[in-house]
């Protein structure tokens, strides 16, 4: 079975390891360029449940969130990057300006974001707890950027 799935298939998937006892967390960006800050947070996210589905920004809300030179990567290959860490169990691309539609499909255990957030800055915190859910935080003190790859880049 293929790690890149559709959210009604996200849906399914976190349902049904649920029903097995399994943990699911959530995490969700942009994973533009991909570096080590992305694969420390995925994997931090992981340690945090047994499952893990990974939400990605689509092209067109990757623009809304980084600009108009966003994304660098196109979103299906973004998506399979994402899908080729052995820390992921799902990949689902998502075109919302946030990634409320999303949570609320999955209802992770725990919704895991970078360590640009603390806890009490989780713009989701309050979705997620609307079902029991958790919000977290993993990575590696943003020692990594993305935009400033892009900048070195000179693009």
């Not at 994304?71 to 299906?76: C, H, K, M, Q, R």
């Amino acid at each position: 079975m293929t790690k890149l799935v559709t959210l009604e298939q996200a849906a399914a998937l976190s349902a049904q390891w649920r029903s097995e006892g399994k943990t699911v967390a959530l995490a969700n960006g942009v994973f533009d360029l991909l570096h080590v800050g992305h694969v420390r947070y995925l994997e931090g996210a992981r340690a945090m449940a047994d499952r893990l589905v990974v939400a990605v920004n689509s092209d067109a809300s990757t623009r809304l969130v980084k600009g108009p030179g966003r994304p660098v990567i196109p979103e299906a290959e973004r998506a399979e990057l994402l899908a080729a860490l052995s820390c992921t169990d799902a990949v689902l691309l998502f075109s919302d300006p946030d990634v409320r539609a999303v949570l609320r499909a999955v209802r992770p255990h725990v919704h895991v974001k970078g360590t640009d957030y603390t806890a009490d800055s989780i713009p989701e915190r309050d979705e997620v707890s609307a079902w029991g859910g958790r919000v977290a935080v993993a990575g590696d003190p943003k020692d990594h950027s993305t935009s400033e790859l892009v900048k070195k880049l000179g693009r």
